[in-house]
């Protein structure tokens, strides 16, 4: 990538892109709720084009191969209610396109995440039905399981609606069907995936070449870097991490190193959370243990923001692991050491396997939704091959679902090489959290121990123990 394509993409996605990590990774009593990614809130219509011409942003053409019937809801329109995103930044210019093609009027519910989630909850439980499309997080499978989300299944059976061969499901990383599906609860489709982000390793390359550094593959090896900057750097310590609580915070990390150390979350649902397991415990010991000999000061209380923060300004030698969508923010123009950062796959354990958190937006439809078959066929334009392809070449997207998007040429000279095969390569072996009906209710448990023991109140060992049985408890009660 040049220098004046990079500066452009950091300009064009820094904002945005953050923004949107915030809502995606955060959770929990740890965060304060607020985002926005510019887009206005309330409800407008999707009337902007591509450009000052009144040319739509994607040729109708790009659809015509599809064998679906896009004219048979004519003359109807469809609600979404949307968090403040980059995604509905970034698919907004496109949706006259949508528009044009199906003859559907598109209405945005666009509001701050919290706000979102509080009238969503409203929609659903009391039947309303107002929103036909709306965004779906961690809180999936315990609207799937209240009956409050329609399956997709009976629409991808529908041949006037659904063109296999066209889309393309299997373009979609596995991680995002997985996710689309219940992380593994649901033999149904609960949504169609939006975005996607994965952890990622960030270092500084400076610091690597003046003590001969080598980028770590192992988790042995990571602790001896950060080691080796925190001891021989003043005023700059060897890695941040997240530490604070929430089941967005702390624990979104602590989930990668589980499972690369041969555990899980829930061994025996809803019986046996695995909390309290070796690989859990031995995870719990090796971050607790890195934060504490080789992070900051409060490290306990460490939010995604103050991570970022902490590098931007260069007062840390790394970033263990968090989402890659950090990139743009520690490469762009708020950042002290743009041009020193490097990005590389989340260490693993030497016996164990590469197994990164990923977490992905979904849209869904719900049960008592007026116009779900309208619904279903802007998920599927909206995460088409043409539509995503369109947002990462053309916009300024770089959060895509498609594998297709990530191997793209003129994708990755806009985003960079580096960022692009590290996300790729990432993306495929990513094992994301599996969000069970009550994930938000023990998770925030789960991650108050984890805080404990980074603050030093008690060991890695005592606070999965706890962890474990409150986690059972909450099932058995």
């Known amino acids: 990538m040049t220098n004046s394509n990079r500066r452009t993409f950091l300009k064009a996605t820094g904002v945005g892109l953050l923004s949107g990590l915030a809502g995606c990774t955060r959770g929990g009593d740890g965060s ?5 990614d510019g887009s206005s809130g309330g409800s407008d219509g999707g009337t902007s084009t591509d450009g000052s011409d009144g040319e739509l942003a994607i040729p109708l053409s790009e659809y015509e191969d599809a064998d679906i019937d896009w004219r048979q809801f004519e003359g109807s329109s469809i609600n979404i209610g949307a968090v403040q995103h980059p995604w509905v930044s970034a698919i907004k210019p496109a949706v006259p396109v949508f528009e044009e093609l199906t003859g559907i009027d598109v209405v945005w519910n666009v509001l701050p995440e919290q706000q979102f989630r509080t009238k969503r909850q409203t929609d659903v439980s009391t039947g309303a039905g107002q929103f036909d499309v709306f965004y779906m997080d961690q809180v999936v499978n315990q609207f799937r399981e209240e009956g409050w989300i329609q399956p997709l299944d ?7 609606l659904f063109d296999e061969d066209w889309y393309d499901p299997d373009d979609l ?20 995936p939006i975005t996607v982000e994965v952890q990622t390793q960030f270092y500084r ?22 080691q080796t900057i925190h001891e021989n750097e003043s005023d700059v310590v060897g890695t941040v991490g997240r530490g604070d609580k929430g089941y967005g915070m702390n624990i979104y990390i ?19 959370s695995g909390l309290d397991s070796d690989g859990v415990i031995n995870a719990a010991e090796w971050y607790v243990s890195l934060l504490q000999d080789y992070g900051p000061e409060g490290a306990s209380t460490q939010t995604w923001s103050d ?8 007062r840390a030698g790394h970033i263990v692991s968090d989402a890659n969508l950090f990139w743009p923010g520690l490469t762009g123009s708020d950042s002290s050491v743009a041009d020193t950062i490097g990005i590389a796959k989340v260490p693993s354990p030497a016996d164990g396997q590469f197994s990164p958190n990923a977490f992905n937006w979904q849209i869904s439809t719900s049960k008592n939704a007026q116009n779900s078959e309208q619904a279903f066929l802007f998920m599927v334009w909206a995460s088409s091959q043409p539509t995503n392809t369109w947002m990462h070449v053309k916009g300024d997207a770089a959060f895509s679902v498609r594998q297709s998007v990530w191997e793209n040429d003129e994708f990755r000279s806009r985003v960079g090489e580096n960022f692009a ?16 009906r009550k994930y938000p209710e023990w998770g925030q448990r789960y991650s108050e121990e984890l805080q404990r023991a980074i603050a030093g109140q008690k060991s890695a060992e005592e606070a999965m123990t706890q962890a474990a049985s409150i986690a059972e408890d909450i099932y058995s009660n």
Do not use: C, I
């Open 32 to 36: 304060d709720g607020s985002g926005s």
């Open 154 to 160: 009976p629409f991808f059976d529908d041949e006037s």
């Open 173 to 192: 990383f596995e991680a995002s069907r997985w996710q689309a599906h219940g992380g593994g609860y649901s033999d149904t489709w609960t949504g169609m």
């Open 205 to 226: 390359k400076d610091l690597y070449d003046k003590h001969d550094l080598e980028v770590a593959e192992t988790l042995e090896e990571f602790r001896q870097n950060a």
């Open 254 to 272: 602590l989930n990668t190193f589980l499972r690369e150390f041969g555990s899980s979350l829930w061994t025996e649902f809803p019986t046996d």
């Open 307 to 314: 991570v970022l923060s902490t590098m931007q300004e260069g």
């Open 421 to 436: 095969q590290v996300t790729l390569e990432s993306l495929q072996e990513a094992a994301p959290d599996p969000f069970d």
